[in-house]
């Protein structure tokens, strides 16, 4: 089963940027799509963003529009969210996640998303 590492979380304030880090641990995902969420305390957790296997396709929660971007480096093994003109209300713990390669991106729900890294904390500062 595939394992997964997020790192690149911290504190930073209202305007900066972050980019977060998601790695693959002993096996590759290179066939999984791959998505972030993040949950704030006393929410639900929350879709971010995806990107298919091949990386031919993204797909963004509301939130994230315009600001965020995910990407993939297979080589690397790794998946990355880049976060732009932050915002207090982007503090949560920022989990990724990896499904099947077949499924569709396309979608806010986690349910096709079997694998879940242990969290990174975010925290912007007013």
């Known amino acids: 089963q595939v394992q997964l590492q997020e790192s690149g979380g911290g504190l930073v304030q209202t305007g900066d940027s972050l980019r977060l880090s998601c790695a693959g641990v002993?096996?590759?995902?290179?066939?999984?799509?791959m998505a972030w969420f993040r949950q704030a305390p006393g929410k639900e957790r929350e879709f971010v963003a995806a990107?298919?296997?091949?990386?031919?396709?993204?797909y963004y929660g509301d939130s994230a529009k315009g600001r965020f971007t995910i990407s993939r480096d297979v080589s690397k093994n790794t998946v990355y969210l880049q976060m732009d003109s932050m915002k207090p209300e982007d503090t949560a713990v920022y989990y990724c996640?990896?499904?099947?390669?077949?499924?569709?991106?396309?979608?806010?729900?986690?349910?096709?998303?079997?694998?879940w890294g242990q969290g990174t904390q975010v925290t912007v500062s007013s």
């Open positions: 996640a990896a499904g099947p390669g077949i499924g569709s991106i396309r979608t806010t729900s986690a349910t096709q998303y079997t694998t």
């Open positions: 990107i298919t296997w091949k990386a031919d396709s993204t």
């Open positions: 002993e096996r590759p995902f290179s066939r999984s799509n």
